[in-house]
């Protein structure tokens, strides 16, 4: 057996009641020590809020109370009206960010592996992920209508960009010596991609698909702001057009926890699929 | 040694001379490899001692001569040839096991035969029980034992190790030495080995090929008459000394020179 020293190895084989008790005296702070502050911020931020809106404002046209948001959010479960603009938003988000994910991957497989793709697409996709296409939605919607499919335009327009920069740098940025090392044992273009480049570039391609998810989201309302039959966009501008602003922030709301969902969905997905990562 | 005398020849390299620019990285080396045949090669920085192994690996191509491995011409890398590289290059993705088996994967090679043999090997450098690990979880010698188990792997004719144990510690990397030497002692493949330390030259080789600098070239062919199998003890011996002492007057002054550019 190996005599030199295995610090991680070593580790492993640490005598179980040492591994037990760092276990549990981690899992005993484990809540409060991860989360308690962040819980205790968003206490004291939502407290501020409520003050001020009641005591010092005191006109939800203008600025509605968390509480106040929290009983139009239940509302508008309760009539089933939520819903239905969420289920609108969802289906212009699914399909737009799926398409522009397999779409930017294999941009940037093409971009990656030929020259003189990479030179030719990197003005477009530079320049368009500089710009904010946001602005075009209006654009799109007199393209393409008022129904969901000038909005999946929007949203995949948004989210392409970073897949396909993230794709292309992380195939790029693969290691010349692994490279090399697989290419010693005889390996082909194709097992070189396969067994090297593409695994090592899953991380940022991970990173390209976050990246992702936010843009997603901001092209959803954006393009429903402009022109929709339903959606949350939607919803939320009419329920600023009549000042109703416990709903407004209702949608508001609803929107910031999907993506904390999806971002954090995301990264256990992440943990699950990549483990070589510390 | 007298056994190696009858073997056939291996490897075959003749006038091989490789350009880098203008620069003249070897100039006309010829050499022979007979079959179990331990041969180190040592030099000063820049003698060109890595690019020979890597022209032989098949990873850079010569501008004149040729290297014959069983007569058949070096033009590419192959199966037929194991590279143990400097840096261990393990994928970080892939566990102890399916580092080690990447060769014959590679080669479309699997089933229960390859994973027993993977085993096997895993074992011969000592690291049965860590099939499982992932690289970053071991320490620098224990990858560099999943590196040359990754070269055994392929069950190459000809050997070709870069440096291997240069990265390690001064105790792991005697250790490793040894370790190599029980592994050679099992199968007696026909190692090239690339060092710039002396004395690790010395203890694991047949013959060790002195080269020189600018050009890269080979100076002097020292047979290593020591008895094997080799215990570390040995290093102390007087003859042992006297074999680095000669090779180290050989290259002294290749190396002052190679140490006052790199510091002009």
Known sequence: MTTEAHPRAAKASVPATHRHKTQRHKKASGFWADHGWALTSVAIGLSIWEIISRFLIGNKLFLAAPSQVAVAFVELAGSGELQKHAWVSSLEFFWGYTSACILGVALGLVMASSKIAKQMLDPWVAGLYATPTVALAPLFILWFGIGIFSKIVVVALLVIFPVVINTEAGLRTTSPQLIETVRSFGANRRQIFLKVSLPSALPFIFAGFKLGIGRGLIGVVVAELFGARAGLGQMISQSAETFNMPALFAGVTLLAFAGIAMTSSFSWLERRLIPWRD | ?264
Not at chain 2, 11 to 39: A, C, H, P, Q
Not at chain 2, 88 to 108: A, K, M, Q
Not at chain 2, 208 to 234: K, M, N
Request: aromatic share 6%.
């Open chain 2, 1 to 264: 040694m007298e056994s190696s005398e009858l073997a056939p020849v291996k490897l075959s390299v003749s006038n091989l001379t490789k350009y880098f620019g203008d620069l003249e990285v070897l100039r006309d080396v010829s050499t022979n490899m007979r079959r179990g045949e331990f041969i180190s090669i040592v030099g000063p920085s820049g003698c060109g001692k890595t690019t020979f192994l890597r022209i032989i690996g098949g990873l850079e191509q010569s501008d004149s001569g040729e290297a014959r491995l069983d007569e058949r011409k070096i033009s590419g890398p192959g199966k037929d040839r194991g590279f143990v590289f400097q840096q261990d290059n393990l994928l970080p993705w892939r566990t102890v096991r399916s580092n080690t088996g990447i060769g014959p994967e590679i080669n479309g090679e699997k089933g229960p035969e390859q994973h027993h043999r993977i085993e096997r090997l895993l074992k011969l450098v000592g690291l049965g029980g860590f099939e499982e690990y992932y690289p970053r979880q071991l320490s620098g010698g224990m990858r560099q034992r999943v590196n040359l188990a990754r070269a055994l792997a392929v069950d190459p004719d000809l050997l070709l190790m870069d440096e291997p144990f240069s990265a390690l510690d001064a105790q792991t990397r005697e250790i490793m030495q040894t370790e190599l030497m029980r592994i050679w002692e099992e199968g007696r493949k026909t190692v090239l080995f690339v060092t710039h330390q002396i004395d690790e030259a010395v203890y694991l080789s047949d013959r060790v090929l002195v080269f020189a600098r600018r050009p890269g070239r080979i100076q002097e062919v020292v047979e290593i008459d020591l008895p094997r199998p080799r215990p570390l003890s040995l290093k102390r011996t007087p003859q042992f000394v006297a074999y680095v002492d000669h090779i180290w007057k050989l290259i002294e002054d290749d190396v002052r020179a190679s140490v006052l550019e790199e510091h002009a």
